[in-house]
């Protein structure tokens, strides 16, 4: 028979025992900042929203540029269409810059109730977060975009059935809910590593099982890109074959930190 090994004795937690209306305080405290954050990133972004959906349209703007010598362009129909784009444009240079503050106020907020080793066990997942969000949003603008921009672009044809072109013109606000959809798309599947290794970490899953229901996860994985990615086997195979491969990472991390039977 085996049962997991108990925290050493040692393995205390430092926080004190505090009153349900200080929880709150600190809990309002720590919502303070991260709002405070945000609003300052988004006057910062807002500011700089031009030169951030320039750098958004970049990839699109360069095949553009190759196929037709940029006489190209991007439109808005609607009055308020091109400033709410801004808006929007501001909301996720926000919210992407703001990020790295808001989960370290929740770790504040979280961390005086845990033991020093459940501590020392969360700190990397809290750095590996960000960082494999990033690497997931670097995939999609770098290699991902002008991929499936090309795929899509190749549907133009000089002449249409009636003898006219079909050409695109693309509006501002759809290429930015686009781009936005797929950058944090990739960004939040790219966290499948940190949430199977935490899950094995506290014993909820194995490496055994993860190998186990290996074909069923990647089945899931084909279908977790196809609700997320647009409807083009192109972008959704440069979804899945990632999450592929971070799943088979993520059962060798699991083999590394499961919890290891004590036998008695």
């Known amino acids: 028979m085996s049962k997991k090994p108990k925290p050493p004795v040692e393995d205390t937690i430092d926080d004190k025992p505090m009153p349900l209306l200080e929880h709150l305080v600190e809990l309002r405290r720590r919502l303070i900042w991260s709002l405070v954050t945000f609003m300052l990133c988004f006057f910062v972004c807002y500011h700089f929203s031009g030169a951030i959906y320039s750098f958004l349209v970049q990839p699109l703007a360069d095949i553009l540029q190759h196929q037709s010598g940029g006489d190209r362009r991007l439109i808005f129909t609607a009055l308020t269409e091109a400033f709410f784009t801004y808006l929007k444009v501001g909301m996720f240079g926000a919210a992407f810059f703001s990020f790295p503050v808001v989960a370290s106020q929740i770790w504040l907020f979280v961390a005086p109730g845990l033991y020093r080793s459940e501590k020392r066990a969360l700190l990397p997942f809290l750095v590996a977060t960000p960082v494999l969000f990033l690497l997931g949003a670097a995939l999609a603008y770098y290699f991902v975009f002008p991929i499936a921009w090309r795929f899509f672009l190749s549907f133009e044809t000089p002449t249409g059935a009636g003898g006219l072109p079909i050409q695109l013109e693309a509006k501002v606000s759809e290429y930015l809910d686009l ?16 949430l199977l290794t935490l899950l094995a970490k506290v014993g909820i899953v194995g490496s055994a099982a993860l190998k186990k229901f290996r074909r069923y996860a990647y089945v899931g994985m084909f279908v977790i890109a196809a609700v997320l990615a647009p409807p083009d086997v192109l972008t959704q195979c440069g979804l899945a074959l990632p999450l592929l491969g971070l799943y088979e990472i993520s059962i060798v991390l699991a083999r590394m930190v499961e919890p290891k039977p004590v036998e008695v």
């Open 179 to 194: 781009v936005m959809k797929l950058i944090f798309a990739f960004g939040i599947a790219f966290q499948l590593p940190v």
